[in-house]
């Protein structure tokens, strides 16, 4: 008998790691109840309620745990077998063998290979009834659960979603706000529901949404070769970097309350839904670290628990990036005027007045917001040329 941990695992099509352990006899589930719920733990205790639904056609057990006992044996993706990838990283390096620092480089080279394709879907069998070794836990989800849309939980359906999406106008659109043209796959990505190499078997090829996906599959390989991504700045001169300790502030950016309706908006939505679009992340990432010069990490914890895709590689390395202290990335004196970025991606001002309905002008600083965009990016300037000079060894 095999135990499984749900994590990433429940899906029929391309999961080696259930159809080898089907190999060896009867399967069941762990999953792991957290202490304490984040957006994405919800959303993936969601599916596994569904799952163990699924399941039962076969006898399949899948069993709710507070902990997995450490010298019990349960198989999980990145053990036993590791995650799905559309390239062989170990292939994907530069001329002295080293993991690339730099997507355009990584994303070339991993162009000349042909792409991973799925490899064995599972074969569902009606099995004897197993005993059931753990214990159970009931399962209480947070209140402010309730109120949320969250994403589609079953597999079925999320591929019935992929054969309906339509990329002819990803590549001029993808940064739209208000037209969105993007493919809301990243929920799916994320908990394993469908893997990239079944998106790309759907046909899903189109070159802009491609390079996507291998932002995704570069996240990951960063984070594997530089474990440390979540915690320290991979341009290592950041780390003397000098962010300011504002709780206040900080607590007025996780609220929507900046006074800047385009930053309002993301933070409302992302707050109320889970969900936030790629370039209000960068938007809203930017204000943080460099209008109001907090801490990169404090932006990405606060992302971890509220997104519904929240995951630790794509969101730790785009951190990195919008704040200027990673390898590859905008640098910290590229600051975006958030006004403007409204203006050009939200422009009819829709978008902002659904999160923020009472603001009249939609793309001009409130009375009583937080800093004046000219004064803090004259500020963040200001202090990254002094940290240069005095600080950064450069
Ligand atoms: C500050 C910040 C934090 C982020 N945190 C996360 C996170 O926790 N989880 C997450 O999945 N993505 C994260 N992203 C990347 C990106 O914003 C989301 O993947 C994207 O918005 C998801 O929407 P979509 O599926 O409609 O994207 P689409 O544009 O339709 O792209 C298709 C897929 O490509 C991948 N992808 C797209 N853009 C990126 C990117 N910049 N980096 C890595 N993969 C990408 C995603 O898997 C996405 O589902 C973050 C970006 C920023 C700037």
Sequence with gaps: MIWIQTKEAMRTRDNRLVAEAMEHGAIGFVHVVPKKWTMRDVYEMKIAIAWREEMKTYN?????????????????????????KLVEWTQIVTGAGKPYQKFTPFYKKAKMYPFHVE?????????????????????????????????LLCEEDVLTYLATIDLSWYADARDEIENEAVTRLSPYLSTGLV????????????????????????AHMTAWAQPHVTERPLYEKFQTFPWRD??????????GETGYPIVDAAMRELWQTGYM???LRMITASFLTKHLRIHWRKGMNYFMETLVDADEASNALNWQWVAGVGVDNSPYFRIFNPLE??????????????????????????????????????????????????????
């Design 119 to 151: 490899e064995a879907s599972v074969t569902w069998r009606v099995q004897k009834e197993v005993e059931i070794p753990w214990e159970e836990v009931d399962v209480q989800l947070p209140r402010w659960s309730e109120t949320i849309t969250f994403p």
């Design 246 to 255: 504002d709780e206040v502030q900080f607590t007025r950016w996780c609220r």
């Design 277 to 279: 679009h790629n370039r």
């Design 60 to 84: 399949i057990p899948v069993v709710f745990v507070s902990h997995v006992p450490k010298e019990s044996e349960v198989w999980a993706y990145g053990h036993q077998i590791e995650r799905p």
């Design 195 to 218: 893997t990239s190499r079944t998106v790309i078997a759907y046909g899903l090829q189109e070159e802009a949404f491609v390079r996507q996906l291998l932002w995704r599959e570069f």
């Design 341 to 394: 970025q409204g203006k050009k991606y939200a422009k009819t001002g829709a978008y902002i007045r659904t999160w923020c309905p009472e603001v009249q002008d939609v793309h001009q600083e409130q009375n009583g917001a937080i800093i004046m965009h000219e004064e803090a990016r004259k500020r963040a300037l200001f202090h990254y040329e002094q940290w240069k000079e005095h600080d950064s060894n450069n």
